[in-house]
């Protein structure tokens, strides 16, 4: 059975919505949260690592962790317009021989995905109903770091979360928003090993890479 949220991401991240979020990175790079996400994991050193990107959007992550360093990456994303933009990207850029672009739901498919030494997930955890579940099999998949974006658990994001779910279910969109623990995120990654190395923060997202305790 194919699980209504991921039928709600298929519809609100579409086609037109991807273009536009490329254009916008063609011209400026990265968005700021994406961009801290990236300059965190390059201060751990990259070179010749490889890399699983959850919910790999346009493909920015790899993009710019290619130009530090990373060997190969691994694209796991639910969206097809998505996927078809990051792919068209990537041949653009000379990247196309060094992903491995696949499509679906990344708790379906687990067991199928190779380990990476990098595990990222940019504003994917606020798009999933089972924190623990997807945080516990991505993380399983890290040799080494771990790093994500997902929404601070403040007054705006609390207001914020209805709103958004409300607009959803007035277009009779199956997508919907998730607000999960920060306190529990940190304690799925205790447990498979993880420390927090740096933390940073914007208004509404808060940035954070775990690397593995040898």
Not at 22 to 49: F, M
Not at 174 to 180: A, G, K
Request: proline share 5%; glycine share 6%.
């Amino acid at each position: 059975m194919i699980c209504p949220q991921c039928v709600g991401v298929e519809k609100f991240f579409d086609e037109k919505y991807a273009k536009r979020e490329l254009k916008r990175y063609q011209r400026k790079g990265p968005v700021k949260t994406t961009r801290l996400l990236i300059e965190a994991i390059r201060t751990e050193g990259v070179k010749d690592l490889s890399l699983l990107d959850i919910g790999g959007g346009i493909g920015a992550i790899p993009f710019e962790l290619f130009e530090a360093g990373v060997s190969r990456a691994t694209d796991v994303e639910a969206a097809t317009a998505y996927l078809k933009i990051a792919r068209a990207e990537a041949e653009r850029r000379g990247f196309a021989d060094r992903v491995d672009y696949r499509s679906g739901d990344f708790v379906e498919e687990a067991s199928d995905i190779d380990p990476a030494d990098i595990v990222t997930l940019d504003r994917v955890i606020c798009c999933y109903p089972d924190m623990q579940k997807l945080v516990s099999l991505s993380a399983a998949k890290a040799r080494k770091i771990y790093g994500l974006v997902y929404p601070r658990l403040n007054l705006v994001m609390r207001l914020a979360r209805p709103l958004i779910n409300l607009q959803c279910r007035i277009k009779r969109s199956p997508f919907r928003f998730y607000l999960h623990s920060p306190a529990e995120v940190d304690r799925v990654l205790r447990d498979f090993g993880f420390t927090r190395r740096c933390e940073s923060r914007t208004p509404l997202w808060q940035i954070v890479v775990f690397v593995r305790v040898e």
